[in-house]
Nanobody, 128 residues
Framework: QVQLVESGGGLVQSGDSLRLSCAVS?????????MGWFRQAPGKEREFVAA????????DYLDSVKGRFAISRDNGRKMVHLQMNGLGPEDTAVYYC????????????????????WGQGTQVTVSS
């Protein structure tokens, strides 16, 4: 069983930064999992934001967040982070942490259906 708990969301102004964290509880080796961040705005489908492979050497991002967001992982502490800089109102959403044992290849890690485990989400609201 895997449990994911996000934290770090909040209300900020345009141009501000936030750092989201995801704490993972699992009896399996944490490096088994590819980790991802997704977000869902009101009335919209859940969308891919970022993903990172088992050792942090590879990562990928939604085009609109490239250069502003950075995903990282701390395997020793079983945590994943999403540093978000230059936030804008378009980034307002509930942000979800997710984990999958499917390997990091192609673009499969961009799909919601790829991920087996999800956190409860943390709200990020950016005012203009």
């Amino acid at each position: 069983q895997v449990q994911l708990v996000e934290s770090g969301g909040g209300l900020v102004q345009s141009g501000d930064s936030l750092r989201l964290s995801c704490a993972v509880s699992t009896s399996n080796t944490f490096t088994t999992y590819v980790m991802g961040w997704f977000r869902q705005a009101p009335g919209k489908e859940r969308e891919f934001v970022a993903a990172i492979n088992w050792n942090g050497a590879s990562s990928d991002y939604l085009d609109s967040v490239k250069g502003r967001f950075a995903i990282s992982r701390d395997n020793g502490r079983k945590m994943v982070h999403l540093q978000m800089n230059g936030l804008g109102p378009e980034d307002t959403a509930v942000y979800y942490c997710a984990a999958t044992t499917i390997g990091y290849y192609g673009d499969v890690f961009r799909r919601v259906s790829t991920y087996d485990y999800w956190g409860q989400g943390t709200q990020v609201t950016v005012s203009s």
